[in-house]
């Protein structure tokens, strides 16, 4: 039986670029790093970072991290300064900066949760929304 989300592994084409993007820049931490791969973690997320060729997905498909509301401005200042590429506008409840990662992997920081987003979705119902 499932339980919940395991790990997460993102493949990149340069390690020590994207373990400095994962760990200085976005706050995961570190646990182990060999020449090919690193574990980190944020929270009860673990990380991999797997050296292939990496070919991000091209549509809405991208992974979302949590962020405090009262940390957002801050986070999203900081990777403002480090020159992220912003693939998206915000246009969903919630504050949340859509960004890539050195390889192009979508990414996004967001404020709020499942509960919040539904509680959106009754005052604005998206087209054909179905409740279970």
């Known amino acids: 039986m499932l339980r919940g989300l395991n790990h997460i592994t993102i493949a990149v084409s340069d390690l020590e670029i994207s373990f400095r993007f994962y760990s200085h ?43 405090e509301a009262d940390k957002f401005d801050v986070m999203a200042a900081q990777l403002c300064e480090a020159n992220v590429i912003e693939w998206k506008k915000n246009t969903s409840e919630g504050d949340s900066l859509y960004f890539l990662d050195p390889d192009g992997h979508k990414l996004e920081i967001h404020c709020g949760n499942l509960q919040t987003r539904l509680a959106a979705l009754k005052e604005k119902p998206y087209k054909g929304l179905i409740w279970f």
């Not at 991999?48 to 549509?59: F, G, I, N």
């Open 25 to 67: 820049l976005l706050g995961f931490k570190p646990h182990a790093r060999w020449d090919f791969g690193a574990y980190l973690s944020l929270g009860d997320l673990w990380l991999c970072l797997s050296c292939d060729t990496a070919t991000p997905s091209q549509d809405y498909s991208h992974i979302a991290f949590d962020c």
